[in-house]
């Protein structure tokens, strides 16, 4: 008489080698969930898996049914439902984000929470009032907001800086004004604050804590970096790319061609922070990385055979197209172009960019790892 083979009887080396070739995350998640004896598989060759992609997540809005939120997925092209497991993410905005679902969230009050979208763990902050400190600039962490010396940065006037530290009994933010430059996006880098100014020039911040914990804030080093004049910029960030400081420029295109909207990437050839040595370096192609860009921006390395539609050298932009139902996407894909060449040159491409139908765009987020994620998911 026969026997069925059950599902949790599957040897471990078979199971190991059926889920490195699980390419979707999501797949991945639903492959750990399937019976008990699996997850540890999973969780085991984690290391060895494809690399986690961010989710475009989307605030739960007014007008929305208040239980989920919307995940875009860019591996499948699918868009998920993520249960709301904390009140506090209702009809705010997302401000911020750290790797394994957390987000700053902020709503019409000005009033701030730190939440984790996957588990609902909320974190305390006792500095949650930014109705003086916000001006519409993210919010972006030092490290994660579980460690006890996490701190949270933002812009609070074109020419300022503003910091408070996770767990600090002080309910107000520490500012700092940066005289004569007007500051127009920030990012930690190797546990440093820096700015990216109006300029394309950088300034390096030290942040430090008075005897009584509280942080402060004051400007260490200024540097003024050589680059080419660049016009009809509509765009200007920074974010860790190869392990290298990198400024991304969305450029629109000279008003006698036809030419869409595109990107100029430059990485910051010289890192030894002497005041004038520093010059920025156009980099044609994004190597083994794809750039999830946008509010947070964030450059990911990709298996040379892609992550399901998830391509290398692309930037994967959160503001261009629109969610015009539940489960569907933008597909557009289209290279990025020197505006002075008429040859059409393939570098870095501009592939699908997705946002919801209001005026509310997403935010990248990574999710949590499948060791931690709950098993229902």
Known sequence: METSVQWADLPGDLLQVVYLNVGSFVHRVRFAVVCRSWRPVAIAA??????????????????????????????????????????????????????????????????????NVFSGV?????????????????????????????????????????VCKIGCLADRWTTSRCI???????????????GLTA??????????????????????????????????????????????LAMVLGKLPLYNNSREPFFKVFVLADESMTKYACKWEEVMSLGDCALFWGKMSRAVDVPAVGLGSVERNHIYADDMTYLTRLDGHGNRVYPMLDESSDNVAQRVKLAGSYVAARDQTGMWVLPLGIWVLPPYF
């Not at 919010?139 to 074109?158: E, G, M, N, Q, Y």
């Not at 914990?213 to 080093?221: E, Q, Y």
């Open 46 to 115: 984690r290391h060895a898996a494809p690399p986690t992609l961010p989710w475009l997540i989307f605030p739960s809005l007014h007008g929305d049914d208040c239980k989920t939120m919307r995940a875009y997925c860019p591996e499948d092209g699918r868009v998920l439902r993520i249960p709301i497991k904390s009140e506090v993410l209702v009809g705010k905005r997302l401000v911020g984000a750290y790797d394994g679902g957390w987000v700053a969230a902020l709503g019409k009050d000005k009033q701030l929470d730190d939440v």
């Open 122 to 162: 909320e974190l305390l902050i006792h500095a949650k009032n930014m109705r003086n400190v916000y001006s519409g600039s993210k919010v972006v962490f030092s490290k994660s907001p579980v460690s006890s010396d996490c701190i949270l940065a933002t812009i609070p006037l074109r020419s300022s800086i503003a």
């Open 180 to 194: 004569g430059q007007i500051l127009k996006d920030i990012v930690f880098y190797n546990g440093r604050l820096y």
């Open 199 to 244: 300029s394309m020039g950088l300034i390096k911040f030290n942040i430090g804590v008075n005897k009584y914990g509280r942080p402060l804030v004051a400007v260490d080093v200024e540097l003024r970096i050589q680059i080419d004049n660049e016009p009809f910029i509509w765009s200007t960030t920074i974010v860790e790319l190869r392990a290298k």
